[in-house]
C-alpha cells in the first residue's frame, strides 16, 4: 500500500484479523438479486483493466485518496499483461459505472479495489466476481480489510493463522519448484458456459456471456 496517490513509497500491511469472504457465504439479497436479473448493467471481465485501476485510484467525494500509487498501478498493469491481475467491469451504457480488481495465484484471489460511481454497482462486480470463481474452482477470497459494504456481501473476519492455512491450500502445487498449472483456478471458465454440481438444474441461457439472472441463479444455488 501506498500513504495516498502521489507518495512515493510502497509498505506491506498483515492484518492480525483478515477478511474473506467464502465463496459458499455469498449474501444476495433480495434487491441485489432483482438488480442482477433485472440486466441493468453489462458485466465484463478484463475488458477495461487500465480504466478500472486507473477508476480505483481516483478520488472522490467520499474517499479523496487512495493507497494506490503510480508504482502500484504501474506493476499491477504488468501483473495484467502477465495474466495475474483481472477486472470485473460494470457498464451502464457505455459509461464504466463500477468494478473491481485483483489477483489471482492458485486457488486464491487477492481483491485489491473496488469502486462505484453508480449505485449496486459494486455489489454487482462482487456477485459477479464470485460466481466467477466458484465456476473457477477457486477456494479463497482475500477481501484484505472487513468493512461494512463487504460485511454486509458475507465478508467474515478471521485470524491471522487460520488466513495463513486457507492461503497454504489454495496456492499448494502452484509456488516452487515442479509447480502444476492443473492446481490453478480458472478465472475464465465462466465465460466457457457455467455448470453447476450434480443433480442441480442447469440455468437457461443462451450462447455468449451468462445473463444476470444466471448469475443469481448460481449464487443461489451455492449460498
Known sequence: ???????????????????????????????????????????????????????????????????????????????????????????????????????????????ESMVSRARDASKVAMAWLVARLRIGGFTLLDCQFLTEHLASLGAIEISRADYLVALSAAISGVVGSGASPTAAGDFFALDRGVSLEPGAPPPATESGPPSGKVIAQLLIHTS
Open 1 to 111: 500500500m501506498a500513504d495516498g496517490r502521489d507518495a512515493a513509497d510502497v509498505y506491506w500491511v498483515e492484518p492480525t484479523e483478515r477478511a474473506i469472504l467464502p465463496l459458499d457465504g455469498f449474501h444476495l439479497s433480495h434487491s441485489l438479486r432483482k438488480t442482477l436479473v433485472s440486466d441493468r448493467f453489462r458485466v465484463t471481465a478484463n475488458h477495461a483493466f487500465p480504466q478500472i485501476l486507473e477508476l480505483c485510484a481516483q478520488s472522490f467525494a467520499n474517499r479523496p485518496d487512495t493507497w494506490i500509487n503510480a508504482p502500484i498501478e504501474r506493476v499491477t498493469n504488468q501483473l495484467h499483461a502477465m495474466g495475474f491481475a483481472h477486472s470485473i467491469e460494470v457498464w451502464e451504457g457505455d459509461l464504466l459505472a463500477g468494478g473491481l480488481y485483483g489477483i489471482a495465484l492458485g486457488r486464491a484471489f487477492f481483491g
